[in-house]
Nanobody
Framework: VQLQASGGGLVQAGGSLRLSCAVS????????VGWFRQAPGKEREGVSCIEARDDSTYYADSVKGRFTASRGSARNTIDLQLNSLKAEDTAVYYCAVRRGVCAVAPGPYEYWGNGTLVTVSS
């Protein structure tokens, strides 16, 4: 199983970005895809998760109403739309896969992609 995250960049506060996670080696219908982020000096934290079997989504309180996870237009991809970005959203964003339902903590995720850096300037 391989994951490739992309779409990060530099954006002004209030702006938007769309991250994408391309998954290979497993069918999305049987896994959950989580998005996590890690800012310098901080622990990795869960941002969002989507259970691909029925597209149920979950969000951290800090991003609820601003971030949206969904199936991507490309096959076997999961996107994360980031709107109304704040300086505190600056971090490296990672996608991860686990067989089963969404989990809040990073530990239960079996496969991880590379990170993509999101920098929000204030």
């Amino acid at each position: 199983v391989q994951l490739q995250a992309s779409g990060g960049g530099l954006v002004q506060a209030g702006g938007s970005l769309r991250l994408s996670c391309a998954v290979s080696g497993v069918t999305l219908d049987y896994v959950s895809v989580g998005w996590f982020r890690q800012a310098p000096g901080k622990e990795r934290e869960g941002v969002s998760c989507i259970e691909a079997r029925d597209d149920s989504t979950y969000y951290a309180d800090s991003v609820k109403g601003r971030f949206t996870a969904s199936r991507g237009s490309a096959r076997n991809t999961i996107d994360l739309q980031l709107n109304s970005l704040k300086a505190e959203d600056t971090a490296v964003y990672y996608c991860a896969v686990r067989r089963g339902v969404c989990a809040v903590a990073p530990g239960p995720y079996e496969y991880w992609g590379n990170g993509t850096l999101v920098t929000v300037s204030s």
